[in-house]
């Protein structure tokens, strides 16, 4: 093991716990009087969330920007910064689950940019500061609610890139209670995400017994918490952690001191979604078993065998190469048992033809590079994993 520098720098609040969305008017104070609010489709209307919102803003002078979709658009954030310059709005409040959150971010820095918003998704050099913003989670899935990203989707060139320049929310509201409406299959994506975060950091060349200690548990986590959720989806407790870990999985904090990695699955799925607008973490589920079996090799057996042994409860005492391949079985297991797809085909993706460019897309414009996983992947790899999770 070595250990690697690491710099962590997460300035949001969490505000965790039932009903606390009530103090939201005491962290708004001396912001200025214009908000924007920003949510998807309903949900939060359907939750009472929402006058609950207007209720606690009535001294304020409301805009709304609903709509918001589900792998949110450009065209989304162009009109937020739209109605932010022209009603000269003074902070924005994202009510809703990631996708919410990240349009958010990019309707923030555009805010406080001359050109097209999309040109600081390509460059984050752009980027001139942004209008102040807090979040609502309402889903617990990307950790959006306490990192400094935003994904965006342009569906005319088929890309979907990550806003990277240090967004992050000054506040987020976490209620346990605002996620026991999830649907099943957005409760067990999300789950896959929380857990796809964790293996980004986790399944690197080194690590250390901190962060080994930290990912394991989160897994463990979501191992245990999200068929409770699933069975009873207004369980507090599993709500709870389920919530608690979304926020810490993507945040920085099980990678620090390891590796730096280059986010493999992610930067594959990116691509899948941006093509076939699929649900992020059902993406990342079918993709992570395929990209697990081209890692394992006699170098790596002990990282996954040490996995198995600590999430899966497998025997110690067997071959290092039985554990981890039984550690990946039980991976794929997992997340059939909680209802998600196992095969490209099964969310209607049935051919090959993206596959090139896709890969292509990845070596040019990923932030990570492919080299420096725990087993490096070039153009061809990466269209192996595709073919092998059709
Ligand atoms: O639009 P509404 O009506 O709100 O419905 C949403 C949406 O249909 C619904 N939902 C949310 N809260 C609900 C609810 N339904 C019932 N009750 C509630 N309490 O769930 C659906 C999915 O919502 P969405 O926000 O899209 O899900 P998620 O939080 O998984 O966000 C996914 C997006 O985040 C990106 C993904 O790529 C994807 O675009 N990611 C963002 C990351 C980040 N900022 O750090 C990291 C991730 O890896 C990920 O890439
Ligand atoms: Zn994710």
């Given at each position: 093991?070595?250990?690697?520098?690491?710099?962590?720098?997460?300035?949001?609040?969490?505000?965790?716990?039932?009903?606390?969305?009530?103090?939201l008017?005491?962290?708004l104070?001396?912001?200025?009087?214009k908000?924007?609010?920003?949510?998807?489709?309903g949900?939060?209307?359907?939750?009472g969330?929402?006058?609950?919102l207007?209720?606690?803003?009535?001294?304020?002078?409301?805009f709304?920007?609903?709509?918001?979709?589900?792998?949110?658009?450009?065209?989304?954030v162009?009109?937020?910064v739209?109605?932010?310059?022209?009603?000269?709005?003074?902070?924005?409040?994202?009510?809703?689950?990631?996708?919410?959150?990240?349009c958010?971010?990019?309707i923030?820095?555009?805010?406080r940019?001359?050109?097209?918003?999309?040109?600081?998704?390509?460059d984050?050099?752009?980027?001139?500061?942004?209008?102040?913003?807090?979040?609502?989670?309402?889903l617990?899935?990307?950790?959006?609610?306490?990192?400094g990203g935003?994904?965006?989707?342009?569906?005319?060139t088929?890309?979907?890139?990550?806003?990277l320049g240090?967004?992050?929310?000054e506040?987020?509201?976490?209620?346990?209670?605002?996620?026991?409406?999830?649907t099943?299959?957005?409760?067990a994506?999300?789950?896959?995400?929380?857990?796809?975060?964790?293996?980004?950091?986790y399944?690197?060349?080194?690590?250390?017994?901190?962060?080994d200690?930290?990912c394991?548990?989160?897994?463990?986590?979501?191992?245990?918490?999200?068929?409770?959720?699933?069975?009873q989806?207004?369980?507090?407790?599993?709500?709870?952690?389920l919530?608690?870990?979304?926020?810490f999985?993507?945040?920085?904090l099980?990678?620090?001191?390891?590796?730096?990695?280059?986010?493999?699955?992610?930067?594959?799925?990116?691509?899948?979604?941006?093509?076939?607008?699929?649900?992020?973490?059902?993406?990342?589920?079918?993709?992570?078993?395929?990209?697990?079996?081209?890692w394992?090799?006699?170098?790596?057996?002990?990282?996954?065998?040490?996995y198995?042994v600590?999430?899966f409860g497998?025997?110690?005492?067997?071959?290092?190469?039985?554990?981890?391949?039984?550690?990946?079985?039980?991976?794929?297991e997992?997340?059939?048992?909680?209802g998600?797809?196992?095969?490209?085909?099964?969310?209607?993706?049935?051919?090959?033809?993206?596959?090139?460019?896709?890969?292509?897309h990845?070596?040019a414009?990923?932030?990570?590079?492919?080299?420096?996983?725990?087993?490096?992947?070039?153009r061809d790899?990466?269209?192996?994993?595709?073919?092998?999770a059709?």
């Amino acid at each position: 093991m070595t250990m690697h520098n690491y710099d962590y720098y997460v300035p949001t609040r969490l505000v965790f716990g039932k009903g606390r969305v009530s103090e939201l008017p005491k962290y708004l104070e001396g912001r200025g009087k214009k908000v924007l609010l920003a949510y998807g489709g309903g949900s939060i209307k359907r939750l009472g969330l929402y006058d609950t919102l207007k209720d606690l803003l009535k001294d304020y002078e409301v805009f709304e920007l609903p709509g918001i979709e589900p792998n949110p658009r450009i065209e989304s954030v162009r009109k937020g910064v739209e109605m932010v310059k022209q009603e000269n709005i003074d902070f924005i409040i994202a009510a809703g689950g990631g996708s919410v959150i990240d349009c958010v971010k990019n309707i923030a820095c555009g805010a406080r940019y001359d050109g097209d918003p999309w040109d600081l998704v390509m460059d984050a050099s752009l980027i001139k500061g942004h209008v102040p913003f807090f979040a609502v989670l309402t889903l617990s899935a990307t950790g959006s609610e306490y990192d400094g990203g935003g994904v965006i989707t342009n569906p005319e060139t088929n890309e979907k890139n990550a806003l990277l320049g240090n967004i992050f929310p000054e506040v987020s509201i976490m209620d346990p209670e605002y996620t026991y409406s999830v649907t099943a299959w957005q409760t067990a994506s999300g789950s896959a995400d929380i857990m796809s975060h964790v293996f980004e950091s986790y399944l690197v060349k080194d690590g250390n017994i901190f962060t080994d200690g930290i990912c394991e548990a989160m897994l463990r986590t979501i191992v245990e918490c999200t068929p409770k959720a699933l069975e009873q989806p207004d369980d507090y407790e599993a709500r709870a952690q389920l919530m608690m870990i979304s926020s810490f999985g993507c945040c920085g904090l099980p990678a620090i001191g390891r590796t730096p990695s280059p986010w493999v699955c992610h930067g594959i799925e990116h691509e899948v979604s941006a093509f076939y607008d699929i649900t992020h973490g059902a993406g990342l589920a079918i993709l992570t078993p395929p990209l697990m079996r081209f890692w394992l090799t006699e170098e790596t057996a002990p990282r996954f065998a040490q996995y198995g042994v600590r999430v899966f409860g497998l025997d110690p005492k067997n071959a290092p190469m039985d554990n981890a391949e039984e550690a990946i079985r039980k991976t794929a297991e997992f997340f059939k048992s909680i209802g998600l797809p196992g095969t490209l085909r099964e969310v209607g993706i049935d051919s090959d033809e993206h596959f090139g460019e896709m890969a292509d897309h990845i070596i040019a414009h990923w932030f990570g590079n492919f080299k420096d996983a725990l087993r490096p992947l070039n153009r061809d790899d990466i269209i192996g994993i595709l073919k092998a999770a059709l």
